[in-house]
């Protein structure tokens, strides 16, 4: 991508953030102190963004600079990674290490489907943030809340899916085979 066609991007990138915070361009011309032709300009390409017009934008939408022009990603972990759909479920990738351990948010919409129970190299510790979760892992099937985890290996057969009628939200950290994650508990207060 050309630096002309990261220039392009940032007009309609800045008119769209300002239509979802619905945000008119005199509002906005009063948060930044630039007037509302120069935001009308820019939003429409006919003005070249600069450093001096994109930072007190960026201020204004409480988002960093990097949103507004699109910039590549670069190895940063703080970088927010873009979703991908898989067989109905939404993941978020939040590590990039090939051949390490990946860590992965995942959305699983409510469906009553069959489970299809698979088995892989690797090991996986699941950890749900709302909603619940259904895993059959070999003979047993639990359903496991917000708040509680689970960890087998994945040579197991297993398969996770959304119980009852709301979607269920985890965290997935998956490794190689033989890796370990130490996890310490208080111990239970008498």
């Given at each position: ?25 005199a ?89 299809e ?46 119980a ?27």
């Amino acid at each position: 991508m050309t630096t002309d066609d990261v220039l392009a991007g940032v007009g309609p990138r800045l008119r769209q953030l300002r239509k979802e915070r619905e945000v008119t361009l005199a509002a906005l011309a009063e948060a930044t102190g630039i007037s509302v032709s120069t935001l009308s300009r820019l939003e429409s390409g006919l003005r070249k963004p600069s450093l001096e017009l994109l930072l007190p934008i960026a201020r204004a939408h409480q988002v960093p600079l990097d949103e507004l022009v699109g910039a590549p990603p670069v190895g940063d972990p703080r970088v927010r990674s873009r979703p991908v759909q898989r067989h109905g479920r939404t993941y978020w990738p939040l590590t990039r290490q090939p051949g390490g351990l990946q860590a992965f948010k995942v959305l699983v919409p409510p469906r009553q489907e069959e489970p299809e129970l698979q088995t892989h190299e690797g090991y996986e510790w699941l950890y749900v943030l709302s909603g619940r979760l259904r895993i059959v892992l070999g003979d047993h099937d639990l359903v496991i809340g917000a708040g509680e985890a689970v960890e087998f290996d994945t040579r197991v057969p297993h398969w996770f899916g959304a119980a009852g009628e709301g979607p269920a939200e985890f965290l997935s950290l998956f490794g190689p085979q033989g890796e370990r994650m130490h996890v310490r508990a208080r111990p239970a207060r008498a």
